[in-house]
């Protein structure tokens, strides 16, 4: 993704406050990259999409 936005694990935790509201206001995912791991925070809404996607359905006569 060419216009990803990614912050430092350092700068992500010294900016955390304005990183979730970054998160939650632009509805897009930001990568935090630190020297051992990396991680990508999303918002609430963004999550429960992603997990209604992803569970199973029933089928209608159940």
């Known amino acids: ?8 694990a350092a700068h992500a935790m010294t900016n955390f406050d304005d990183l979730l509201e970054r ?7 930001v ?3 630190g020297e051992r791991n ?4 999303i ?3 963004d999550w429960d ?4 996607k992803l569970r199973p359905r029933s089928p209608p006569d159940l």
């Open 1 to 8: 993704m060419a216009d990803e936005e990614r912050w430092t």
């Open 23 to 29: 998160v939650v206001t632009t509805c897009k995912p």
């Open 31 to 33: 990568f935090i990259v």
């Open 38 to 41: 990396s991680a990508v925070l």
């Open 43 to 45: 918002s609430m809404e």
């Open 49 to 52: 999409s992603i997990q209604e």
